[in-house]
Each structure stands twice: as C-alpha cells, then as structure tokens.
Nanobody, 119 residues
C-alpha cells in the first residue's frame, strides 16, 4: 500500500500562485509515476500533470507553461507549482501514484485538496 497526504490548497486571486505538496509513504518502491488530477464541480476528474520516474514530465495543454511538477526523492514528495491561476482552475486537486506490484499495476490517490481561484 501507498499512502498519499496532500497539502497546500486554498483560496487565491486570479493571477496568483499556489504550491501543492503530496507526501508518499508506505510501499513506495517500484513507483512508476507521480502526478496530479483535478475535479471541478459537476465535471469528471481530469488528468493534467505527471512525473514519469526516469522519463520526464507531461502536462495537459490547459496547464502547460503555468504549472510545474517536481519531485524530492529524499522526502518522497511531489510538488505542483501553480502560477498565473485562473478561475477555471478551481477544483479539488488529487495526487496520484501508479506503482508496479507483484500482481500488477496499482493506482493510489490522495484525499484531495481544494483550490479556489477568485476572479
């Protein structure tokens, strides 16, 4: 099992910045990716950023150039720096880990943290 604890959400004005953190613990070996999804009210959860371990980063077009994902291996933590925030970025943000286990590949999710961007 992998446990994920997120922090850093909050309320910010449009154009502002926030940084989210996601600390992983437990069976953190063989993690393939660490990334972020978000879910706005009335919408499906959507992917927007991933750090592929040993394989670089990927971003959805909606956040490219504004959001940056990074990782601190010593702290088993992934970060999301969000700049130039827009009201449409308002959502619950979820940390996600994909890990290879003995019996397959497994998804793990954080509890979610609310990000609200006011206009």
């Amino acid at each position: 099992q992998v446990q994920l604890v997120e922090s850093g959400g909050g309320l910010v004005q449009a154009g502002g910045s926030l940084r989210l953190s996601c600390a992983a613990s437990g069976n953190i070996y063989s993690i393939n990716t660490m990334g972020w999804y978000r879910q706005a009210p009335g919408k499906q959860r959507e992917w927007f950023a991933t750090d592929i371990i040993g394989g670089g980063t990927r971003y959805a077009d909606s956040v490219k150039g504004r959001f940056t994902i990074s990782r601190d291996n010593a702290k088993n933590t992934v970060y999301l720096q969000m700049n130039s925030l827009k009201p449409e970025d308002t959502a619950v943000y979820y940390c996600h880990v994909l890990r290879s286990g003995s019996f397959g590949v497994f998804d793990y999710w954080g509890q979610g943290t609310q990000v609200t961007v006011s206009s």
